[in-house]
């Protein structure tokens, strides 16, 4: 099979990458200028939606993948970029949160012929598993928070603000919003200090070819900073991009990675 994988930042392309090869897939990747950090076959500005259909049928590809970080307040800096296509979408789409954005593409895609298919196949193996994850014991005061935390993320990323909110004693220090994880994170350390325990959850109803939550060394390197002993991840449903790695960085810094529910 042939696929196109739109990259955004960070690991999450190339390890879909790794896998579809190794199934035998043909993977044709398409880059964002400014945006994608893996090497691609062929790289478009931001908002070039009409370019990338062009380039497709060129190919003569019409699956395609989309993985990788694409900041939302992208969108708002580079309005006058996007072209016709893109601008119809934008104005399909019902509102400017993330999923909507992105089901309005898929929607206008899929009427041009194009399927966008759910990647999970590919990255079974880095899906955030249930239970304690690493070597470091895990406090009662910690998973308290961490189920306390659980509850209230999942309303949240339903409502598409964010994916991940950090706690401290049962009080919420920080949620994420268009600023994205790390300063998320950050900020809770200038408010909260030591102590915090962060939590990173799908939608309720998520659709895995849309902003699917992942997690990195970025983050953990975040909570490192931040000194907190816990991140809890909604079990099933969180990608650990180089998960081996962070299994020991957060034995390393005694930061206690867990699934949920446990």
């Known amino acids: 099979m042939k696929v196109c994988l739109v990259a955004g930042s960070g ?21 964002v200028k400014g945006i994608t950090n893996i090497e691609a076959h062929s790289y478009l500005p931001l908002g070039k939606v009409g370019s990338l ?12 993948v989309l993985l990788g970080k694409f900041e939302h307040k992208l969108l708002f800096s580079h309005l ?8 119809k979408i934008l104005r399909r789409a019902k509102d400017k949160r993330v999923q909507s954005i992105v089901k309005a593409l898929i929607e206008e895609l899929e009427e041009q012929g194009f399927e966008f298919i759910d990647p999970r196949p590919y990255l079974q193996e880095i899906l955030a598993s249930s239970g304690l994850m690493n070597n470091v014991e895990l406090s009662q005061e910690a998973l308290e928070d961490g189920y306390f ?16 909110v950090v706690v401290k004693q ?9 600023e994205g994880t790390q300063e998320t994170i950050h900020r809770a350390g200038k408010i909260a ?12 109803n998520q659709d895995f070819r849309i902003d699917v939550p992942t997690v990195g060394l970025d ?18 449903k ?8 962070l299994l020991k960085f957060g034995d390393k810094y005694k930061i206690s990675i867990v699934g949920l529910p446990f």
């Open 170 to 178: 049962k009080a919420v220090v920080s949620v994420e919003a268009m």
């Open 149 to 164: 935390g659980f509850r209230i993320a999942k309303e949240i990323a339903s409502l598409d603000v964010g994916q991940t």
């Open 80 to 87: 006058l970029m996007l072209d016709s296509l893109a601008l």
């Open 53 to 64: 259909v062009k380039l497709l049928e060129k190919k003569g590809i019409n699956k395609i």
């Open 11 to 31: 690991s999450l392309p190339e390890v879909f990458k790794r896998s579809a090869e190794k199934l035998g897939d043909e993977v044709f990747i398409v880059g």
């Open 193 to 204: 200090g030591k102590g915090c325990r962060v939590i990173k959850v799908a939608r309720k």
């Open 238 to 245: 969180v990608y650990m991009v180089d998960k081996e790695k």
């Open 219 to 236: 983050t953990l390197e975040a909570i490192r900073s931040l000194k907190a002993d816990a991140l809890f991840l909604e079990a099933g």
